[in-house]
């Protein structure tokens, strides 16, 4: 075994393993945005008001953190390359990409971190539908039953799943994973310089003040 064929697996393996990481900080990102209450019961424990104010951002810079890693890690894997070397759900996993960079963005520059701000609401549905695309897609596609269990078991739903929306899958997973890069990865661009943009115009606007 040659070192580009260790190196490329090694690539692969890393890039496989940052996509699965994605779908779990998903999870965490929503559940920790929904339980509200659950921080709240707890703030009544604290007693120093700095505990209290460090608490309060702590619980909101998390699940921003964990969406902006999910932002991260789904720029690196929405490429044609990357797509054709790794086992990725089409097009359910780019989708819940944009669906989970969108609600970043309305968290951090349109007051969707706070609890009672209508996009507080918004970033979470946009989270709840990112999760269910991501579990369909984790579930059915990407761990779907192996050619060992398929070789004894035929399915012709389980066999369409793994050679046509899998995005490593030649070659109609392939032909897929294209078609969805061509339209995912310009509406990514776009929702990233709408960030952009809105962090400029709200530093713009604080610098004014």
């Not at 990102?29 to 019961?41: D, K, M, P, R």
């Not at 012709?156 to 929306?165: C, D, E, M, S, V």
């Not at 899998?166 to 995912?184: K, M, V, W």
Request: charged letters at 10%; hydrophobic letters at 55%.
């Amino acid at each position: 075994m040659t070192s580009h064929v260790i190196e490329k697996a090694l690539e692969v393996w890393l890039l496989q393993n940052l996509l699965n990481f994605t779908i779990i900080f998903g999870l965490l990102a929503l559940g920790l945005a929904l339980v509200q209450q659950y921080y709240s019961s707890l703030q009544k424990h604290l007693t120093l008001r700095v505990s209290i104010e460090l608490w309060n951002v702590l619980t909101i810079v998390l699940v921003d953190i964990l969406l902006a890693i999910i932002v991260i890690i789904g720029y690196m894997v929405l490429n044609p390359d990357i797509m054709a070397d790794i086992k990725m759900a089409i097009p359910f996993i780019p989708v819940a990409i944009i669906l989970f960079t969108i609600a970043l963005v309305l968290r951090l520059f349109y007051g969707g971190h706070k609890q009672g701000n209508a996009n507080f609401v918004r970033s979470i549905w946009l989270m709840f539908w990112a999760n269910i695309l991501n579990i369909i897609g984790f579930t059915f596609v990407m761990e779907a039953p192996s050619g060992e269990y398929l070789a004894h078991h035929p399915s012709a739903f389980w066999t369409f799943i793994k050679t046509h929306l899998r995005s490593n899958a030649d070659p109609h997973g392939l032909e897929l994973a294209q078609i969805t890069f061509y339209i995912c990865f310009p509406i990514f661009i776009i929702v990233l310089i709408w960030g952009f943009v809105s962090a400029l115009r709200q530093l713009k606007n604080s610098g004014d003040e």
